[in-house]
């Protein structure tokens, strides 16, 4: 049967109305049924809480309620001590760990690189010798060293970002007392501003001992150095405030850190012993030479000789010096003003063995049983000891007697003993410092 259209468009219509009546009697007068997953309850707080009363239970609205906040707030709680226990840990292992102190070194005399490079083994940029400003930084124990030198490390442009300083300083004759005055006197300004609080000095002393322009800057004497490490066997050494300290190598002559090697160590020697310096009249080292000459031992050693001491090394004199000691298996280091010489620990560093000359020189310096070199002595040095150079022939006899694998064998020992000397005196000068800078912190 064929329905009209206008028929049609009526049932539409009708149908159209009856589901828009149908709609809004359930938005506006329907009861509404709402599942557990979609009903959201609050509970009531604050100002509604007042109309609460005894035994009545708080009223809810639909908006808030969570299905899953039983869970959550499981798993929340849950979270929560999982984060307390990880800062306790945390916590812990803060106080486990040791706490770290900083300390500044100024680098105002060539004994500073020794400091830094062959006992601390610290870094140094640039690598260039000459380079106006070096810097670097090493930790040895608790503390956090950094090292400044060079020509351009001045009075009031050195990044000063901590309140504890070393000072390296050099006190060998007036000219250099008079500079390390003046950085001793800045620093003093320091630290009565309260910009540093600890200072102390590694100090290149007189080679006779004689040190009193730094005795009134002593903490002891009502100054404000608290500690001072001097080189060479000066009487105030008390390993209390004031502690011997080595000489080391002519680093101001360039003189580098030498890495033994199984060739340093084990190849055969051509020379017995070799002596390169400067011959003072009337001196032992006339005598010297002159014990060389006339047993013919000349021929066995290398020997230059020279009238006049030279402050720098040229690069030719310095190799010719460094093949010397190489190629030695002994070493001759007579006195000169003082009996501690550069020599002795450019020697160790090759392995070649130091006969010193064992006499106390003129001046002040501490006198005694183990005077002079009494930090060498008391470290154990495997040193050959003579009191006059007419014992040398006996010696040098003794020398050639000697198989090759009883000299390697002395020579392995000899660089040993250096490098362990080297980590004592790194351990001690950090100790210290630890002891009398941080010892309430």
């Not at 006339?294 to 040229?314: F, M, N, V, Y």
């Not at 460094?322 to 007579?334: D, F, V």
């Amino acid at each position: 049967m064929k329905i009209p259209k206008r028929k049609l468009f009526l049932l539409i219509i009708l149908a159209y109305v009856a589901f828009s009546l149908y709609a809004a009697y359930n938005v506006f007068f329907s009861t509404k049924v709402i599942s557990r997953v979609h009903r959201v309850v609050k509970k009531e707080t604050g100002a509604l809480s007042d109309g609460v009363k005894d035994g009545g239970a708080a009223p809810f609205l639909a908006r808030d309620w969570n299905p899953w906040e039983d869970e959550q707030v499981d798993y929340n709680s849950a979270l929560t001590k999982k984060r307390q226990a990880f800062k306790q840990h945390l916590s812990r292992i803060d106080q486990n760990e040791p706490k770290r102190h900083r300390v500044q070194i100024w680098g105002k005399a060539a004994i500073g690189i020794y400091l830094w490079e062959h006992i601390l083994e610290g870094p140094l940029n640039p690598s260039d010798k000459i380079a106006q400003w070096r810097e670097g930084e090493l930790q040895s124990g608790k503390i956090d060293f950094s090292f400044y030198t060079g020509p351009a490390v001045v009075q009031g442009h050195v990044p000063l970002d901590m309140n504890s300083l070393v000072l390296v300083l050099n006190g060998r004759e007036q000219q250099k007392v008079s500079y390390s005055t003046r950085w001793l006197e800045h620093v003093q300004a320091l630290v009565q501003s309260r910009t540093v609080s600890h200072v102390a000095v590694v100090l290149l002393g007189n080679e006779h001992c004689n040190n009193g322009f730094i005795a009134p800057y002593l903490k002891r004497n009502g100054g404000f150095v608290d500690l001072l490490f001097v080189v060479y066997d000066s009487p105030w050494v008390n390993d209390k405030d004031v502690f011997q300290w080595p000489l080391g190598v002519a680093t101001y002559r360039q003189f580098p850190m030498i890495r033994p090697n199984a060739q340093l160590i084990t190849s055969n020697r051509p020379y017995l012993c070799n002596f390169l310096g400067t011959i003072y009249k009337n001196s032992s080292r006339e005598i010297l030479m002159q014990v060389l000459k006339q047993s013919g031992l000349d021929k066995e050693c290398i020997t230059t000789a020279r009238e006049k001491w030279l402050p720098q090394e040229t690069a030719d004199s310095l190799k010719r010096y460094q093949t010397a000691l190489a190629q030695s298996e002994l070493t001759l280091c007579p006195i000169g003003i003082n009996t501690e010489c550069y020599r002795i620990y450019e020697a160790c560093s090759y392995g070649s063995v130091p006969v010193v000359e064992d006499v106390l020189t003129p001046g002040t310096c501490a006198a005694g049983s183990s005077s002079p070199l009494r930090l060498l002595k008391a470290a154990g040095a495997p040193f050959v000891f003579i009191s006059n150079w007419k014992e040398l022939p006996a010696i040098l006899e003794r020398e050639r007697g000697m198989s090759q694998e009883q000299r390697v064998d002395r020579r392995r020992r000899l660089l040993e003993w250096y490098a362990s000397f080297r980590q004592q005196m790194k351990e001690r000068f950090t100790e210290v410092i630890e002891e009398t800078f941080f010892k309430s912190g």
